[in-house]
């Protein structure tokens, strides 16, 4: 039987005998296109962004990424990662490693820590210790993965009280472009641990990190629908209503274009609606105090913010948990004025045929503004808002969704700080022109230096990247 031979981003190709190689090394799967589970096995969340790697390996261990790692170095392969995909970018010509094998959760509730292996999803953390009383500062959607969540930084729906996820992380393990296996901290390698909290996974392949949780349990929260008519003063009520509420009350609002599908419930269905997303960590009476002005605001038709276990924090967004094709495009506001509000409702409203199915403004401030000790490479200080954007649909539309995106990007120019989040950042906007919008310049050269120390080659590259100066 001849070979199968596939070509390499350099033309070389990757026989059958080759990946045997490495297949003799790993624990898990390694697949080349056209073997038996090479599909199920590249399966991403954004099916938009499909991914075709030469070559892919089911880690299951620390050993097996770093089998993975030196095995790229010796074909000359940049390497990809891929936990659940919600931010992939395409991985064609790279070896790509699987991680959701590794998906261990150790909670040391005295310490008040968690443990996780590198393919870990949030709602894994978030039940293993409200076993504890605990809570995690996880993401917004549970089926989002933990680690590329911690290393972009880390919006959760509790972070206005707390920070980012990636200030409260203690210890990370990765693999490095060497294949070494390095246990990075704040006293033994202060300057890669700086780098690791908000510079993604330009340094290594995270296999563990170690992290902080809070004495939570409950919260009052949940949602406040609004029909899509009231939007504009909606949007003008939440803005006003922002300035004056406390760091333990973080919120976000959204318009929502809703398909006529059974899983949306009945008032929502097919029709826009405006959404404020509240998670308050107070008693319930204080939080219906602070959100009466809202409930205010007009009818609802649904009101679902209430008092909630913390394991249920994942209703309040409601994000799609099964696969979804998309384009999304960020900013960084400065402010949220009512001019702001007009100009969204113009372009996102009522009657205006947006192809949006979600376009949000969540709300910083608070701990989101103070730095950690240690520092990290995160500082969205100049912002007080994010913006970000959604459209759903299949590769045909995609063009059409990048020309309005990129049109109401330029549209909110008036009030974007001109700066991106790293966590929030589309596939469009991941070039060197966009990364480099995610620091402050001193920042992005800091990350560059440390980048040449450890990948010089940058074999970490399929990512929002870095390049090493």
Same mark, same amino acid.
């Given at each position: 039987?001849?070979?199968?031979? /596939? ?22 799967? $390694? ?8 599909? $199920? ?102 089926? $989002? ?24 992380? /203690? ?81 976000? $609002? ?108 969540? /709300? ?106």
């Amino acid at each position: 039987m001849h070979p199968i031979h /596939h070509p390499t981003h350099n033309g070389a190709p990757i026989t059958e005998d080759v990946a045997a190689r490495l297949a003799a090394q790993t624990v898990g799967p $390694v697949l080349l296109p056209g073997n038996e589970g090479y599909d $199920v096995e590249c399966a991403s969340y954004n099916l938009a962004i499909p991914q075709q790697p030469a070559i892919v390996v089911g880690a299951v261990n620390a050993a097996d990424v770093q089998a993975a790692v030196r095995f790229a170095a010796e074909q000359g392969l940049p390497v990809a990662v891929l936990a659940t995909g919600h931010s992939a970018l395409p991985s064609a010509g790279a070896l790509l490693i699987t991680t959701r094998r590794m998906d261990a959760v150790d909670i040391d509730a005295e310490a008040r820590t968690a443990r996780i292996e590198a393919g870990v999803r949030w709602q894994q953390v978030v039940d293993a210790a409200a076993k504890h009383g605990l809570a995690p500062l996880n993401g917004a959607a549970p089926t $989002v993965g933990a680690v590329s969540y911690t290393l972009g930084g880390g919006l959760s729906p509790i972070g206005r009280t707390f920070g980012f996820a990636a200030d409260h992380v /203690h210890l990370i393990e990765l693999v490095t472009a060497d294949g070494e296996l390095r246990t990075v901290t704040a006293t033994n390698e202060p300057e890669l641990f700086w780098a690791l909290r908000g510079g993604k996974g330009n340094f290594g392949v995270v296999t563990a990190l170690e992290f902080a949780l809070f004495p939570v349990s409950q919260i009052y929260g949940g949602g406040l629908f609004f029909p899509g008519e009231q939007a504009a003063e909606v949007l003008k009520a939440w803005g006003r209503w922002t300035a004056g509420v406390p760091d333990e009350l973080t919120s976000s $609002v959204a318009l929502l274009q809703l398909p006529p599908v059974p899983e949306v419930p009945e008032p929502l269905r097919g029709r826009l609606v405006a959404h404020v997303r509240i998670a308050y960590l107070g008693t319930a009476e204080e939080g219906e105090r602070l959100i009466a002005p809202l409930r205010a605001v007009a009818p609802t038709l649904i009101d679902s913010v209430t008092e909630m276990p913390y394991t249920a924090v994942g209703s309040i967004h409601a994000d799609p948990p099964t696969p979804i094709p998309f384009v999304d495009r960020s900013a960084l506001l400065r402010e949220f004025t009512p001019e702001l509000v007009d100009t969204i409702i113009a372009e996102a409203g009522p009657g205006t045929g947006s192809p949006l199915t979600v376009l949000e403004i969540r /709300h910083l401030g608070g701990a989101f503004d103070r730095r950690p000790e240690p520092t990290n490479a995160i500082d969205l200080r100049d912002a007080a808002f994010t913006f970000y954007a959604v459209a759903i649909g299949g590769p045909d539309q995609a063009a059409a969704f990048q020309d309005y995106l990129t049109h109401l990007i330029q549209a909110l120019q008036p009030w974007s700080t001109g700066r991106r989040f790293i966590n929030l950042m589309g596939a469009s906007d991941a070039n060197a022109e966009g990364v480099a919008a995610a620091y402050p310049p001193e920042t992005y050269e800091r990350l560059a230096a440390i980048k040449r120390s450890y990948d010089p080659t940058n074999t970490f590259r399929v990512n929002h990247n870095i390049t090493p100066a």
